[in-house]
């Protein structure tokens, strides 16, 4: 299906506004939710830590989000031509977004590869007694975490996977794949991780978890590191700033109702991250009573540790360990996946606009080049120490500084925030008030850039 553009042009769209949302919250929902949203929660506050982050998703996350939509609706183009036509001199934060998809989009692969393969584990437990052993030792071949090693055939394998599916889905267009991949496997995902959840939080010991989580520790509300934790998790999360939600609006009809999909968009995602929170924490519970050990006590309770070493430990200590086990790595190759295609849009559609290039020959570069880069990085190493410096490089310094940009380039620069509030209001039913702008123009920019200083002052010491 296509709209035309303003340069006359014909541009693809979603086929409905239904394949809209789904493709959005498919880009929201992700490894983040559930394998960063936990572990973050319960090292900044626990239960204290839903202040800052519901107090993220509103002052920054939903105007943001409304933002980034405003912008690829209105300029129909990928992150770099939308900007460009707003005002000429933005183009380059566009760029700079898409550098940031290009390379989480590399190690975000690499996840889902030993996801895929973890999923295959899982028949039959084959990752043993000794899970972290099994990780890092057998899969990942190195004895110490950035050390390389051969070629990994393990990992091999799941990574082409996951690179030629993902080609294949972007050659189909927005429409015929990326619209399909969504409406198929969001609800596969709710529908699995659903019954996860709720096994989860049947357990003995699931109770233990769950006070472990959600026990406020309110003098945590005075640590900036908490705040600027919570935002970078609503950022990453709802992948609002890296130029995503710009290229997946510029596939929208001119005419859709962009702010009521927004809300359920966020809604939809913050929902999924605490009901993630609640099924692995309810499990950690589990894990600690079989263990007999408190579950402060447990370790490995973050990051890919958490779901590749500790996870794989409470899976075989369950009843039915085969099923679980399918569905927790079934569920997060799902919400992987409908991600990354989300990362690779971006990337692909930003190379298309500007070279010209038909969407197949962009789809086939862009992924090919990006493979080539994972398998570089992530199938000869094991890539943990690589993930986690890129991570914090992508996720903290990098997307805090383009969302800073984007507002006041917008907003201060370009003066466009008036024309895109009334965009947004002549075609939404949820209408932004005087508030959006004070919000987009000053608060966040001022807030976010105190919170980057004092991250790149902790990096430094
Ligand atoms: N939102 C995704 C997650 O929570 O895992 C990750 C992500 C996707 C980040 C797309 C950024 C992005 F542009």
Redesign the pocket.
């Known amino acids: 299906m296509t709209t035309t553009g303003p340069t006359g042009s014909q541009r693809q769209t979603w086929t409905s506004n239904r394949g809209f949302i789904l493709a959005a919250i498919g880009?929201?929902?992700?490894?983040?939710?559930?394998w960063?949203?936990p572990g973050v929660a319960y090292d900044s506050g626990g239960g204290a830590f839903l202040v800052p982050y519901l107090i993220a998703l509103v002052t920054a996350g939903l105007p943001i989000l409304f933002l980034d939509y405003a912008i690829g609706q209105r300029f129909r183009g990928s992150a770099p031509l939308a900007l460009r036509r707003l005002w000429r001199k933005a183009e380059v934060i566009g760029w700079f977004q898409t550098m940031?998809?290009f390379i989480?989009s590399v190690y975000?692969a690499a996840v889902i590869a030993w996801a895929l393969s973890y999923f295959y584990f899982s028949f039959g437990n084959k990752w043993g007694n000794d899970t972290a052993s099994f990780f890092v030792n057998d899969y990942l071949k190195a004895s110490e975490p950035g050390i390389s090693s051969e070629l990994v055939a393990g990992v091999a394998w799941p990574l082409a996977l996951v690179w030629v599916l993902i080609i294949i889905v972007l050659a189909a267009g927005i429409a015929g794949g990326v619209e399909k991949v969504n409406v198929v496997g969001i609800p596969l995902l709710v529908l699995g991780f659903g019954a996860l959840v709720i096994r989860a939080v049947t357990l003995p010991g699931a109770t233990d978890g769950l006070n472990a989580l959600f026990t406020p520790d309110w003098s945590e509300l005075t640590n900036l590191n908490v705040w600027i934790a919570a935002y970078s998790q609503i950022?990453?999360?709802?992948?609002?700033a890296?130029?995503?939600?710009i290229a997946y609006a510029s596939f929208q009809r001119r005419r859709a109702n962009m702010t009521s999909s927004g809300l359920v968009v966020g809604f939809a995602?913050s929902s999924f991250?605490i009901l993630a929170g609640i099924g692995v924490f309810s499990a950690l519970g589990f894990l600690a009573h079989q263990e007999g050990v408190a579950v402060g006590e447990l370790e490995g309770l973050t990051g890919p540790i958490l779901s590749f070493v500790t996870f794989p430990a409470v899976i075989s200590e369950m009843p039915g360990s085969t099923v679980f086990g399918a569905l927790f790595f079934g569920s997060l190759v799902i919400?992987?996946f409908t991600?990354?295609v989300?990362?690779v849009v971006?990337v692909s559609v930003a190379v298309q606009e500007k070279f010209g290039l038909s969407q197949r020959v962009a789809a086939v570069v862009v992924g090919v080049v990006s493979a080539a880069l994972s398998f570089g990085l992530f199938a000869t190493t094991t890539g943990l120490f690589t993930l986690d410096t890129v991570d914090m490089f992508a996720?903290n310094i990098g997307?805090v500084s383009s969302a800073i940009a984007m507002c006041i380039a917008v907003v201060w620069l370009a003066r466009e925030g008036r024309v895109l509030r009334l965009h947004l209001n002549a075609i939404s039913t949820f209408k932004l008030g005087s508030w959006w702008l004070p919000l987009i123009g000053v608060f966040a920019p001022t807030f976010l850039l105190v919170m980057m200083i004092q991250k790149i002052i902790d990096v430094i010491e």
Do not use: K, P
């Open positions: 880009s929201a929902v992700g490894l983040g939710n559930i960063r949203f940031l998809l989480i975000y950022f990453f999360s709802m992948s609002i890296f130029g995503i939600m995602n991250e919400a992987g991600s990354l989300s990362l971006g996720n997307v």
